[in-house]
């Protein structure tokens, strides 16, 4: 990935997107990470991203996603030792959201690749844990997207 | 766990986040259980034949997290 082109913004989003999954005892980065690192940045807030609205709605569709197949998964006691000493990896959803993002910053032609167009870039999916959640906290992404 | 007879939803976009979900759980059982095993005495071969997979998996997925939180002390 060409990460020399990344500015100290989008680079702050992959760096913050780690920390979010490690904070979460999540065993891998994901792009609900980027999502959530995202929504807590004043730029992003100030066009209607709310990361507590997000959180929620990703705890809700998880939720959901259990209760679909019949699985009520709160009674679970929480594990005393998260996932955290490793380097956290980037699974599929997050190095697909990076990728899209370079093919946003190129259709752009902007030579620099930005936290906006990372934002983009997770925005793009329109499958998986992203869209659902952003459904469920009633999020205009087609808006939000406009605006970016 | 379960709350009711496991069916497949019908929407298949349900149906996959399902999967996922459900792989999620599948990890933080496997953490909370393999922590509780440790904590009763297991050794890794245990564990390992256990949960089926080998040893050397078992200590390089969960060794280091269980030695930090201080459940684990020597390297066993």
Redesign the interface.
């Known amino acids: 990935m060409a990460f020399e082109r990344f500015t100290r913004d989008a680079r702050a989003a992959v760096v913050g997107a780690r920390e979010q999954a490690r904070a979460q005892g ?2 891998d980065v994901e792009a609900e990470h980027l999502l959530l690192f995202l929504a807590g940045r004043a730029e992003f807030q100030a066009l209607g991203l709310d990361r507590d609205r997000l959180a929620d709605a990703l705890a809700t ?2 939720e959901r ?9 709160g ?12 380097k956290l990896q980037f699974a599929t959803s997050a190095k697909l959201s990076l990728q899209r993002a370079m093919k946003v910053a190129a259709a752009r032609g902007d030579r620099r690749l930005t936290a906006g167009h990372v934002l983009l870039g997770v925005l793009a999916a329109e ?3 992203v869209p ?1 959640a952003l459904q469920l906290a009633q999020i205009d992404v087609e808006d939000l997207r406009a605006r970016i | 766990m379960f709350t009711a007879p496991p069916t497949l939803p019908d929407d298949p976009a349900d149906a996959l986040a399902a999967v996922g979900a459900l792989r999620r759980l599948a990890d933080r059982v496997e953490d909370s259980a393999v922590e509780r095993a440790v904590l009763h005495g297991w050794t890794w071969s245990e564990v390992a034949e256990a949960l089926g997979v080998t040893r050397q998996a078992v200590h390089k997925k969960h060794a280091r997290r269980l030695q930090a939180a201080g459940v684990l002390r020597g390297g066993r």
């Not at chain 1, 996603?65 to 998964?73: D, F, H, P, T, W």
């Not at chain 1, 009674?75 to 490793?86: D, G, M, N, T, V």
């Open positions: 999540h065993h569709e998880e996603s259990l209760a679909a197949v019949g699985v009520a998964a009674e679970l006691e929480p594990s005393i030792a998260p996932r955290a000493p490793r499958r998986g844990r659902r």
